[in-house]
């Protein structure tokens, strides 16, 4: 690989992109990189210069741009760089994007309902994702295996919880979790991949389907269910989940790092502290809710199940004590194994993270395009760049060791080391990118002091724009010279 093709991140990403148009697909591109190397900025400061601005706005308004398009070729190199991984965590997860505040924006959905204090039905306008995030099993994110943007459908006061319960899960919106449990097997032809997701993934459809693909799921649970019926009515005989679990003799105990939580209004302020937590685990067969629309048409399974408990015992005072209960179609026969399924499931939250990037980061509820369709071609777009920074961010903490010749030109890393290591010569082995990472978030601001943690993301990203900017003009003055 050249120099040249280590830079430009965006053309090998997109090489098998088809839109049916090469101008198009060399904007998308050249967009990337602008929105890359200005992830903070709007469309028209990131752009060079007019003509680019005029440029990308037509590109996401061009109505032939389909974003499963504009996606294809980054879930094909996802897939392409999970090879070499033994296993995959595929985790899913949503998030909503508010434009409430831009009232012009036609196609927009209706998020949630709250109550104002003047008004009793306040509703909030914007777009629904669902991502499915590639992991390695270090927490590495390899890229999206699927990602859905939609306008959520008018919340109709009518659909009551009981009319919930008489429509197949096919009608329900929480179909979206199976959809794409179904299509990262059929992207991934599965076997490696254990995919991930928050309790309200708690579905038994949803089990019944992984169960039919043969997919590893590993699932926290929603509700103490009853479990282990001998009949689809039976009282006698049967256990609740939690009971069920609590009857088990601890497999064992480890230490976990609960970090701080700040106020705000959906929690209370949380210390950061240490933790000491029990492992419980057992089998259990799950059955089908007694009231499910396909009693009617079809026969049931009967899905056997593993179940492991997270629990602190002792939690300080005035604290909730930290407790998970997972559910996976996985083995699990020793403390290890489950141990390893808990891990796993931690790094759950890095979904989360990803969301929050996006939004706090790049500033894309800020973004005014009009239209929902459009705005759809942008969160899109700016998904997969925001995937690239969110991977370089954590690149550091999970193989520090590599070349940071991986990440960085050879003027890069030149211009980063003689910028941030004044007076030194350059030295004779490539450094690694742990240090290159330092050394980019110093460039945005980082003290790096003896109890620093780690750099923030939008510390990381003012260092990448500096170097960014900085090799630029290395450039330009070695063509000027």
């Known amino acids: 690989m050249n120099e040249k093709d280590k830079t430009d991140w965006a053309a090998q990403e997109f090489l098998g992109v088809d839109l049916g148009d090469k101008r198009l697909e060399a904007r998308l591109i050249k967009m990337c990189e602008s929105f890359s190397d200005s992830p903070e900025s709007p469309i028209n400061q990131a752009c060079a210069d007019w003509a680019e601005t005029k440029a990308a706005y037509r590109f996401f308004q061009n109505e032939s741009v389909d974003c499963a398009q504009i996606l294809s070729s980054h879930q094909a190199k996802t897939v392409e760089r999970a090879i070499p991984h033994k296993t995959i965590l595929a985790v899913q997860d949503s998030s909503y994007f508010i434009y409430t505040n831009h009232p012009k924006t036609a196609g927009l959905g209706e998020l949630s309902m709250k109550n104002g204090k003047h008004r009793k039905e306040i509703y909030s306008y914007g777009l629904a994702m669902h991502a499915c995030m590639a992991f390695t099993t270090e927490g590495l994110p390899l890229g999206f295996l699927d990602l859905k943007i939609s306008a959520r459908e008018s919340i109709a006061e009518e659909k009551t919880k009981r009319s919930r319960d008489t429509r197949p899960v096919e009608e329900k919106e929480s179909y979206r979790w199976l959809q794409t449990l179904q299509r990262s097997h059929d992207l991934t032809g599965g076997g490696k991949i ?145 141990y390893e399924k808990v891990i796993w499931y931690g790094l759950r939250w890095r979904i989360e993270m990803f969301f929050k990037v996006l939004k706090s980061g790049f500033k894309v509820e800020s973004c005014r395009l009009a239209h929902a369709k459009r705005l759809q071609r942008y969160l899109t777009v700016m998904s997969i760049v925001a995937w690239r920074l969110f991977m370089i961010t954590l690149i550091a903490r999970t193989e520090p060791e590599q070349p940071c010749s991986s990440l960085l030109s050879y003027d890069e890393w030149r211009i980063l080391f003689l910028k941030t290591n004044k007076s030194k010569p350059l030295p004779e082995q490539i450094p690694s990118i742990a240090q290159a990472v330092t050394w980019i978030a110093k460039l945005g601001g980082y003290l790096g002091r003896k109890n620093d943690g780690p750099p923030g993301t939008l510390t990381l990203w003012r260092g990448w724009k500096r170097l960014n900017d900085l090799t630029e003009g290395s450039v330009l003055s070695a063509q000027n010279a």
């Open 194 to 338: 254990v995919t991930i997701c928050d309790r309200e993934c708690d579905i038994y459809d949803f089990f019944k389907l992984s169960s039919e693909l043969n997919e590893s799921v590993i699932i926290r649970a929603s509700v103490d269910r009853t479990i282990n019926r001998k009949s689809r009515y039976a009282e006698k005989d049967v256990v609740k989940l939690w009971e069920h679990l609590r009857a088990n003799d601890e497999a064992g105990s480890y230490e976990v790092d609960v970090p701080r939580k700040s106020k705000s209004k959906h929690c209370a302020e949380r210390l950061a502290r240490k933790a000491f937590v029990t492992i419980r685990f057992a089998s259990f067969q799950m059955d089908a809710p007694r009231n499910h629309i396909k009693h009617k048409t079809e026969k049931l399974p009967e899905l056997k199940m593993n179940a492991i408990y997270v629990l602190e015992t002792n939690p300080p005072e005035g604290e909730d004590p930290i407790e998970w209960m997972l559910l996976t179609n996985m083995s699990v026969g020793s403390f290890e194994e489950a």
